[in-house]
Nanobody, 121 residues
Framework: DVQLVESGGGLVQAGGSLRLSCAAS????????IGWFRKAPGKEREAVSC????????YYADSVKGRFTISSDNAKNTVYLQMNSLKPEDTAVYYC??????????????WGQGTQVIVSS
């Protein structure tokens, strides 16, 4: 079975940090780009950050640049999202997704279940 399992969410105060993990299994990890998305109440789903396994290229939404860092441990088939200086507007359910062909300019092939992040003021 193909699985993407997120973990690391929780409740933190503004200014705090969290590290999210996305553990992948059931497919060739090196052939996929991995992205993080988030969905806040009343808002559309937003792409937060992506990383390509082919050349290590990364993408960050303007709203998180300088605060979030994406990284990959290919030996563990795991992608991380380090989130620092968290703001209440970062509150959302965070999902990871896998893009075949290391191409994030298309619809993802697989989605995880999501992990909740709540940032209090």
């Amino acid at each position: 079975d193909v699985q993407l399992v997120e973990s690391g969410g929780g409740l933190v105060q503004a200014g705090g940090s969290l590290r999210l993990s996305c553990a992948a299994s059931g497919f060739s990890f090196d052939d996929y780009a991995i992205g993080w998305f988030r969905k806040a109440p009343g808002k559309e789903r937003e792409a937060v950050s992506c990383i390509s396994s082919s050349d290590g290229s990364t993408y960050y939404a303007d709203s998180v640049k300088g605060r979030f860092t994406i990284s990959s441990d290919n030996a563990k088939n795991t992608v991380y999202l380090q989130m620092n200086s968290l703001k209440p507007e970062d509150t959302a359910v965070y999902y990871c997704a896998a893009f075949g062909g290391n191409n994030w300019y298309k619809s993802p092939d697989y989605w995880g279940q999501g992990t909740q992040v709540i940032v209090s003021s």
